[in-house]
């Protein structure tokens, strides 16, 4: 019986308008990495980001990884203070409707993002969406590499919502999601955002709406 279902953030419920990862490195991270004499490459920081590479990869430079990590959401923090000023961060559409359907069900809901917690939360108060998930993770300082597509944090909603792997699924719009719920042993879901197919999720919807009508009819099969 599907109880939990668990969320990634970005991309996946809300989005940056006109984003341009080397643009923000560029302006942003590249300049506080000079103040603090710290020499790591966009294409070095992207595979930290995309997992290819551990985040303590930079302890290979002589940087502390933590300390390194803490910098970068520090200043993504203030980009995306800046960003919804402007009024650049967007939620989807689809979005409200679709958790408040999914409470209705009753079903445990949980947001989990490679963001820092400050950032991940951040955005979901930005569009009220706090007040839907019992649990909400942002990377953890304690275990950087536990970042998906390392199933840590999916495991950690897991233990925090009561539910077995069998019982929860895994929404988001990236290989990364998909990865992570698989590695957790959780059904994953992928929303094609933004035509990214990922051939190994196990269902595909083109938005939420379609999210509620797959949870139903998983629910209504396994009541008969």
Not at 5 to 14: P, Y
Not at 23 to 29: A, G, K, R, V
Not at 171 to 177: A, K, M, Q, T
């Given at each position: 019986?599907?109880?939990a279902?668990?969320?990634?953030?970005?991309?996946?419920?809300?989005y940056?308008?006109?984003?341009?990862?080397q643009?923000?490195?560029?302006?942003?991270?590249k300049?506080?990495?000079?103040?603090?004499?710290?020499?790591?490459?966009?294409?070095?920081?992207r595979?930290?980001?995309?997992?290819?590479?551990?985040r303590?990869?930079?302890?290979?430079?002589?940087?502390?990884?933590?300390?390194?990590?803490?910098?970068?959401?520090?200043?993504?923090?203030?980009?995306?203070?800046?960003?919804?000023?402007?009024?650049k961060?967007?939620?989807?559409?689809?979005?409200?409707?679709?958790?408040?359907?999914?409470?209705?069900?009753r079903?445990?809901?949980?947001?989990?993002?490679?963001?820092?917690?400050?950032?991940?939360?951040?955005?979901?108060?930005?569009?009220d969406?706090?007040?839907?998930?019992?649990?909400?993770?942002?990377?953890?300082?304690?275990?950087?590499?536990?970042?998906?597509?390392?199933?840590?944090l999916?495991?950690?909603?897991?233990?925090?919502l009561?539910?077995?792997?069998?019982?929860?699924?895994?929404?988001?719009?990236?290989?990364?999601?998909?990865?992570?719920?698989?590695?957790?042993?959780?059904?994953?879901?992928?929303?094609?955002?933004?035509?990214n197919f990922?051939?190994?999720?196990?269902?595909?919807?083109?938005?939420?709406?379609?999210?509620?009508d797959?949870?139903?009819?998983?629910?209504?099969?396994?009541?008969?």
């Open positions: 019986m599907i109880r279902v668990i969320f990634d953030v970005d991309e996946t419920l809300i940056y308008e006109n984003y341009n990862a643009e923000w490195f560029n302006s942003y991270l300049p506080a990495f000079q103040r603090h004499s710290i020499n790591v490459d966009f294409e070095t920081y595979k930290m980001v995309k997992g290819i590479l551990p303590s990869y930079v302890e290979k430079l002589g940087i502390n990884h933590v300390e390194f990590w803490k910098l970068v959401d520090n200043v993504n923090l203030k980009y995306r203070r800046v960003l919804a000023k402007e009024g961060i967007k939620i989807f559409p689809d979005v409200s409707q679709t958790l408040q359907e999914l409470k209705t069900m079903l445990k809901l949980a947001a989990v993002s490679n963001a820092s917690q400050d950032c991940t939360e951040f955005v979901l108060e930005l569009f969406l706090r007040k839907y998930f019992e649990v909400i993770f942002g990377k953890d300082y304690s275990y950087l590499d536990g970042a998906k597509p390392n199933p840590y999916i495991q950690k909603s897991l233990k925090v009561n539910v077995s792997p069998s019982e929860a699924l895994v929404v988001g719009d990236s290989e990364l999601d998909v990865k992570a719920a698989h590695r957790a042993g959780i059904k994953a879901v992928q929303v094609l955002r933004f035509d990922v051939e190994e999720a196990d269902y595909h919807v083109r938005d939420l709406n379609e999210l509620v797959l949870v139903k009819k998983l629910v209504n099969e396994e009541r008969h």
